[in-house]
């Protein structure tokens, strides 16, 4: 006799309240093998930022050590040497072009002269600024100060990798966002679980390392979120889209600004050592004296002292630019001196074209003249490089760089432990493929908003399905 409890194929029917747990069960197992998948990717990416971001945010400590010999200078009471001096003084030491000034920041600090030589090259002389005597010369790093701080944020920004570098940063930032939501849907307690959650279990082996990686991601999911968004801007395809939709909204920087005054041709970020990441793609503006004095040619290479030095760092001292700023010279002769001034607080933050004949500001441009989304950039990215709040602001980012490092080692040894031999140790595919669905749903999502993310998504899920069965088990 046949049970009508059955259906009519004989197999017993599956209670209803079996299925919403096997549909979070097959949700588990999905954001766990894509969290595993995008860790073996991106991790040693994060390792490496982790590693270099945290060296990076010492870099004036460690500029200051390495250059103590250069910096340091016996202060006297008599007034120190005009500019135009040190410039020439630095020029006869090292025959070349004259390519900035930096003052000194403090009493009892060096001037710096940047030189072009003839070879191509770029030198700093450090020279007393009372006696003018060149204390001796370093390779010009621009922004990072020292040839160490150079190679520490070129591996930072995977630069010595070209345009495929930047893509990689990009994707692993875009992908540090997923990895911590699908990392605290993972850990989010279930079934009353209290151990393991908030602090570290007192455990063995692999227990131990899975907490370590857990809890440790819990308490810096915020740090973690914040470093990937910020360090976004700085990226080709998200970074670029950003910039334009800011200036689209007429929140980057306001249209019109320096349209009172002649432009070139030459982008901000390319013709100084720093620019604010707002402005780096903006022309940099021309000397309207040019026209009035004598009209040389376009492109004729600036005088190698320009005569206007010393009147021109009189007037940008005037203007009151926070002390560690920088005079960029022209290097053409409708170009402008340009003072830049980047403190730790970006409130100071402030940028100064003068006309390269006549010493005028042309454009004087600080925080506050900058639309919303170009103000929050610039702070994102100050607090991203512990400056804007002075020690803590560095003591904390370190400790946000010292528990990425943690997470991406702690889950190398889970994994080792765990993978079985001759295979990944991948969690296993999930028997329902309808939580795989709704990730790929989430992907497009993600593609929308984070375009390198949403492709390498959709790929690695159509390389997921396309595998056999048999192989998808072996791997996990």
């Given at each position: 006799?046949?049970?009508?409890?059955?259906?009519?194929?004989?197999?017993?029917?599956?209670?209803?309240?079996?299925?919403?747990?096997?549909?979070?069960?097959?949700?588990?197992?999905?954001?766990?093998?894509?969290?595993?998948?995008?860790?073996?990717?991106?991790?040693?990416?994060?390792?490496?930022?982790?590693?270099?971001?945290?060296?990076?945010?010492?870099?004036?400590?460690?500029?200051?050590?390495?250059?103590?010999?250069?910096?340091?200078?016996?202060?006297?009471?008599?007034?120190?040497?005009?500019?135009?001096?040190?410039?020439?003084?630095?020029?006869?030491?090292?025959?070349?072009?004259?390519?900035?000034?930096?003052?000194?920041?403090?009493?009892?600090?060096?001037?710096?002269?940047?030189?072009?030589?003839?070879?191509?090259?770029?030198?700093?002389?450090?020279?007393?600024?009372?006696?003018?005597?060149?204390?001796?010369?370093?390779?010009?790093?621009?922004?990072?100060?020292?040839?160490?701080?150079?190679?520490?944020?070129?591996?930072?920004?995977?630069?010595?990798?070209?345009?495929?570098?930047?893509?990689?940063?990009?994707?692993?930032?875009?992908?540090?966002?997923?990895?911590?939501?699908?990392?605290?849907?993972?850990?989010?307690?279930?079934?009353?679980?209290?151990?393991?959650?908030?602090?570290?279990?007192?455990?063995?082996?692999r227990a131990l390392w899975r907490d370590l990686h857990a809890v440790t991601?819990?308490?810096?999911?915020?740090?973690?979120?914040?470093?990937?968004?910020?360090?976004?801007?700085?990226?080709?395809?998200?970074?670029?889209?950003?910039?334009?939709?800011?200036?689209?909204?007429?929140?980057?920087?306001?249209?019109?600004?320096?349209?009172?005054?002649?432009?070139?041709?030459?982008?901000?970020?390319?013709?100084?050592?720093?620019?604010?990441?707002?402005?780096?793609?903006?022309?940099?503006?021309?000397?309207?004296?040019?026209?009035?004095?004598?009209?040389?040619?376009?492109?004729?290479?600036?005088?190698?002292?320009?005569?206007?030095?010393?009147?021109?760092?009189?007037?940008?001292?005037?203007?009151?630019?926070?002390?560690?700023?920088?005079?960029?010279?022209?290097?053409?002769?409708?170009?402008?001196?340009?003072?830049?001034?980047?403190?730790?607080?970006?409130?100071?933050?402030?940028?100064?074209?003068?006309?390269?004949?006549?010493?005028?500001?042309?454009?004087?441009?600080?925080?506050?003249?900058?639309?919303?989304?170009?103000?929050?950039?610039?702070?994102?990215?100050?607090?991203?490089?512990?400056?804007?709040?002075?020690?803590?602001?560095?003591?904390?980012?370190?400790?946000?760089?010292?528990?990425?490092?943690?997470?991406?080692?702690?889950?190398?040894?889970?994994?080792?432990?765990?993978?079985?031999?001759?295979?990944?140790?991948?969690?296993?595919?999930?028997?329902?493929?309808?939580?795989?669905?709704?990730?790929?749903?989430?992907?497009?999502?993600?593609?929308?908003?984070?375009?390198?993310?949403?492709?390498?998504?959709?790929?690695?899920?159509?390389?997921?399905?396309?595998?056999?069965?048999?192989?998808?088990?072996?791997?996990?």
């Amino acid at each position: 006799m046949t049970d009508p409890s059955l259906p009519a194929g004989g197999a017993p029917a599956r209670p209803a309240a079996a299925e919403p747990r096997a549909a979070a069960s097959a949700l588990y197992r999905a954001v766990w093998r894509w969290h595993f998948y995008a860790g073996l990717l991106v991790l040693p990416v994060l390792a490496l930022l982790a590693v270099t971001g945290a060296v990076y945010l010492f870099k004036d400590e460690i500029n200051a050590a390495l250059h103590a010999d250069l910096r340091r200078v016996e202060p006297r009471a008599e007034a120190p040497l005009p500019p135009s001096a040190l410039a020439a003084a630095a020029l006869e030491a090292i025959p070349g072009t004259l390519r900035g000034y930096t003052p000194p920041a403090a009493p009892g600090l060096s001037a710096q002269v940047k030189i072009l030589r003839a070879d191509g090259l770029r030198d700093v002389a450090w020279v007393n600024p009372w006696t003018a005597e060149v204390l001796g010369s370093t390779w010009d790093a621009g922004a990072a100060g020292s040839r160490a701080m150079w190679v520490a944020r070129k591996l930072h920004s995977l630069d010595y990798v070209g345009w495929w570098g930047n893509r990689i940063v990009e994707a692993a930032a875009g992908w540090t966002l997923l990895l911590t939501a699908t990392g605290l849907y993972l850990w989010w307690p279930r079934r009353g679980r209290r151990v393991g959650v908030l602090l570290p279990r007192r455990a063995r082996g692999r227990a131990l390392w899975r907490d370590l990686h857990a809890v440790t991601g819990a308490w810096t999911a915020l740090a973690l979120v914040f470093l990937a968004l910020t360090g976004l801007p700085w990226s080709g395809v998200w970074g670029k889209a950003f910039h334009q939709g800011a200036h689209a909204l007429g929140l980057g920087v306001p249209d019109g600004y320096w349209s009172s005054y002649p432009l070139s041709t030459v982008p901000m970020g390319e013709a100084l050592d720093e620019a604010p990441w707002i402005l780096a793609p903006q022309p940099m503006p021309a000397s309207p004296g040019h026209a009035r004095h004598g009209g040389a040619a376009a492109g004729a290479p600036a005088p190698a002292a320009p005569a206007m030095l010393d009147e021109v760092v009189a007037r940008a001292e005037a203007l009151g630019l926070a002390p560690g700023w920088t005079l960029d010279a022209p290097t053409t002769a409708e170009g402008v001196f340009t003072a830049s001034a980047f403190p730790d607080a970006v409130s100071g933050q402030r940028v100064v074209h003068f006309d390269r004949y006549t010493g005028e500001a042309l454009v004087d441009m600080g925080l506050e003249d900058l639309g919303a989304l170009g103000r929050a950039a610039e702070w994102g990215i100050s607090v991203h490089m512990g400056q804007e709040f002075g020690r803590a602001n560095q003591l904390a980012m370190l400790l946000a760089c010292l528990a990425i490092l943690l997470t991406t080692v702690s889950a190398a040894a889970m994994w080792w432990k765990r993978r079985p031999a001759g295979g990944l140790g991948a969690p296993r595919p999930p028997q329902d493929w309808r939580a795989p669905r709704a990730i790929l749903a989430a992907a497009v999502v993600a593609g929308m908003l984070f375009p390198l993310v949403g492709l390498s998504l959709v790929a690695m899920l159509a390389i997921d399905l396309a595998l056999p069965h048999a192989l998808r088990r072996r791997l996990g």
